[in-house]
């Protein structure tokens, strides 16, 4: 994520279009026409060898039964653009109700959610927790289960939503989010983190702290630049309801307008959240991204998103 790319659900659905028009024809109008091409051609191949046989003489093995079916059989195969089109239809259906509907793949890219998710990282993405959302148009047809404080959501970067963006949720609707001298304090109430030594990234060849951080009951690693400034001075954008936080040297203050969310990446100072471009809303969600199902790099990362 956090890059442009072709919008694959968008290419996904030309392409079901395209191979349901070509299936549909292939039911209603060429199948049929093929079959009764076969069936003819196989009465017309028979009536030939009777007739043969009727004056006596041998027919050859072009008219054997065996040659007959092979004949049939070649009449009735579908064609290569068929086989491409019509042919494709039923995986297309599934791949894109799966795709949709159940869960979608994505790869992470950057390190902003280290050490929870590495550069590499191939990870799934629940569909169906927050609601059903209709592809492209992304309006919610079931209800599902509000976005909770601690998820791990992918979403469309509210200025550019051909780019999908993956964080952690750390604001509600209605929250009053602050990070002061790089503590988290949400509703007046401080975030409880516990020291658990240090992180280094071969990247960037920067020694972090790293610390187990609670939300809610959900515990995640989150790192921390001990060098960095909370975020960067100038950094944030006119992002909409940007008059509801406030920016100082030492940090900020945002409160969460109704029906958007607060996110921010497990590597603190390494990541573009809403610090910089303000608030999520709920109907840019993708879904909550739940199991790593592979890293060729690093076979140790497959396991659940905490």
């Known amino acids: 994520m956090e890059e442009p790319a072709v919008n694959f659900s ?37 009536t030939r060898r009777d007739e043969l046989t009727r004056q006596g003489i041998a027919p050859d093995a072009s008219l054997a039964d065996d040659s007959i079916v092979a004949a049939r059989e070649r009449l009735l195969r579908q ?30 890219p950057s390190g902003s959610m280290e050490s929870t998710l590495v550069p590499g990282d191939l990870i799934l993405v629940n569909k169906f927790t927050y609601g059903l959302r209709l592809p492209l148009i992304y309006n919610k047809v079931t209800p599902g289960h509000a976005p909770a404080r601690g998820d791990v959501i992918v979403f469309r970067l509210p200025k550019d939503p051909s780019i999908d963006y993956i964080k952690r949720i750390v604001g509600l609707p209605g929250d009053v989010v602050s990070y002061e001298d790089k503590q988290l304090v949400i509703n007046g109430r401080p975030i409880v983190r516990t020291p658990e030594g240090e992180w280094f990234d071969p990247g960037s060849m920067v020694y972090y702290r790293k610390y187990r951080e609670n939300l809610d009951g959900v515990e995640h690693a989150m790192l921390l630049n001990p060098q960095a400034p909370p975020y960067v001075i100038g950094g944030p954008e006119d992002f909409p309801h940007r008059s509801n936080c406030s920016y100082d040297a030492s940090g900020f203050t945002c409160k969460v307008p109704p029906g958007m969310y607060f996110v921010m990446g497990d590597n603190r100072d390494n990541s573009l959240d809403s610090r910089y471009w303000g608030f999520v809303p709920a109907r840019n969600i993708t879904g909550k991204a739940f199991f790593v199902w592979m890293n060729f790099g690093a076979l140790k990362n497959i396991g659940p998103i905490h």
Not at 10 to 28: G, H, K, Q, R
Not at 79 to 108: N, Y
């Open 79 to 108: 064609p290569w653009w068929l086989e491409w089109t019509a042919g494709l239809f039923p995986v297309i259906a599934v791949v894109f109700f799966l795709r949709s509907f159940i869960a979608e793949p994505f790869k992470i």
């Open 10 to 46: 968008l290419l996904l659905f030309l392409l079901l279009v395209i191979t349901a028009l070509f299936w549909i024809a292939e039911m209603v109008a060429f199948a049929p026409r093929r079959r009764a091409a076969a069936e003819a051609a196989a009465a017309s191949l028979r």
